[in-house]
């Protein structure tokens, strides 16, 4: 499923209205930056300087319907 400029504005907001903070990183910041023409995404990156993935994951724990997390990135 691909993910639309919406999806990734409700992602922020989301995380934001939580109080997480996070950066724009790979294809979407390319495109947001206009470094490439808009496409279907398959998922956003986001950069989060945090000591621990905590505040994250109650953020978007009752997400799950919406966002899903590719755990394979979590570093």
Not at 7 to 18: E, F, M, Q, R, W
Not at 21 to 29: H, P, S
Not at 45 to 74: C, N, P, W
Request: charge should be negative; hydrophobic fraction near 45%; aromatic fraction near 10%.
């Amino acid at each position: 499923m691909a993910n639309t400029l919406e999806t990734l504005a409700a992602a922020l907001k989301l995380l934001n209205d939580s109080g997480v903070e996070c950066d724009v990183f790979g294809g979407w910041a390319e495109e947001v930056l206009g470094l490439r023409e808009p496409w279907q995404h398959g998922d956003i990156d986001l950069v989060y300087q945090g000591a621990d993935f905590a505040q994250v994951d109650k953020a978007i724990r009752h997400q799950h319907e919406t966002f899903s997390e590719v755990a394979g990135k979590r570093f």
